[in-house]
């Protein structure tokens, strides 16, 4: 037997979803994204353990503060070099340079108290100051006068927040925004999409001429013109499952138009025409006999659909429309952005767009991947 024919001989004893895994692993860019984004979601999972700060703890004589780099030497272990500010006699602007100074850094080592999704007190923290060795290296050689053990791996914004711890904590947010509205537009985009597809005729048109109404608007406009209806004493737990709902009412279309264009197709299928004749309820064929014919189809165009849900919370909060203080998502914390002088003089404060655009590359390259995926025998 030759190498092409066992090679297909193996295929054919696989399953389709372990084509579609064995396939998907093929794609090194798609896989490399999606353990990207596993890292990004256990980060925001873990946030009170992976920042060094809490999201809102001031350090008010170390504002703009940049970014320190990370060093290790054998004598001094990891650490960064502690900062020291200057302040311009005429401009009165604040400026940083580095001391030779060590701020010893430890793993696993207490911080602040926090709770751990608001319920577990805790004090543990991934990377954090060694508070003990700083004591005994100041005690034993004073440091210059100014120097401060300071942590901003990304820097600090104008209150003196550490623009790393607060970027973790935005990750929960900005991430689970976008699984959050993939849900309703999972359930109405099938439901709707699944419906126009099957019964067609009057039903179809009406549902079609809706969703082409819909997808008439100008997207951006929309959402700011529905979120600017939100009550602005709204606590900020109703403003971030209001934006959520919004954005996941306003992106099921495009799913509705996907599954209704495969149960288009499939529903004269044999086996359809054959559960109909035996007596199958309508819900039945629907959901147990033809939607599960594309469902690698719906989970790429799910997973292509969450960068839009993240970019519109962004786009919502960064225009003081969407999520405010005190949650931080990467959009709030761009509003720090709008002015253009702190940005030429601060770019790290855009640091959180860094996250974003990241985060939006892998959920596209993890579609691709499952895309060229989805049609094993292709």
């Known amino acids: 037997m030759s190498a092409d024919s066992a090679r297909g001989a193996a295929s054919g004893s696989l399953s389709q979803g372990q084509l579609i895994a064995r396939r998907f692993r093929r794609h090194k860019l798609a896989v ?20 060094p700060y809490a999201p809102d703890e001031r350090h008010l004589d170390h504002a703009y503060a940049p970014p320190q780099a990370l060093r290790w030497s054998p004598s001094q272990g990891l650490h960064v070099r502690a900062l020291r500010q200057h302040t311009d006699p005429i401009t009165f602007r604040k400026s940083y340079s580095e ?4 701020v010893p850094l430890a793993w696993f080592t207490p911080g602040s108290d926090v709770r751990l999704w608001g319920l577990l007190p805790m004090r543990t923290r991934l990377l954090a100051i060694d508070e003990a060795a700083w004591r005994a290296a100041s005690a034993a050689r004073a440091p210059p006068e100014g120097a401060t053990a300071t942590l901003f791996l990304l820097g600090a914004d104008k209150y003196g927040r550490d623009l790393f711890s607060r970027a973790v904590y935005g990750a929960r947010i900005s991430l689970s925004v976008g699984l959050v509205g993939i849900v309703l537009t999972f359930v109405l985009g ?5 419906i126009s597809g099957y019964v067609g005729g009057r039903t179809d048109n009406l549902i079609q001429r809706g969703i082409e109404i819909l997808q008439a608007f ?5 959402w700011i013109a529905l979120a600017a209806i939100l009550p602005g004493d709204w606590s900020a737990l109703k403003v971030y499952f209001a934006i959520t709902l919004l954005l996941g009412l306003l992106n099921w279309t495009g799913l509705a138009r996907v599954v209704r264009g495969k149960i288009l197709a499939l529903r004269e299928e044999d086996y359809a025409v054959a559960a109909r004749l035996l007596g199958a309820s309508h819900g039945r064929i629907l959901f147990r006999h033809l939607m599960p014919g594309f469902t690698s189809h719906i989970i790429v165009a ?19 429309l969407g999520l ?25 404060l855009l640091m959180p767009a860094g996250f974003i655009v990241s985060v939006v590359l892998c959920f596209n390259f993890l579609g691709d991947g499952l895309r060229d995926a989805a049609d094993p025998y292709g």
């Open 99 to 102: 001391t030779d100074v060590a």
């Open 190 to 194: 099938m439901t709707i999409g699944g």
């Open 302 to 320: 799910l997973t292509l659909s969450v960068p839009g849900m993240i970019l519109g919370e962004t786009a919502l909060s960064f225009l003081g």
């Open 218 to 222: 100008p997207q951006l406009p929309l």
């Open 32 to 51: 490399a994204s999606l353990f990207v984004l596993i890292a990004l979601y256990l980060i925001g999972v873990m946030a009170e353990v992976v920042a």
């Open 324 to 348: 405010r203080p005190p949650i931080v998502s990467w959009g709030v914390m761009l509003q720090d952005c709008l002015d253009v002088k702190a940005v030429r003089f601060y770019p790290w």
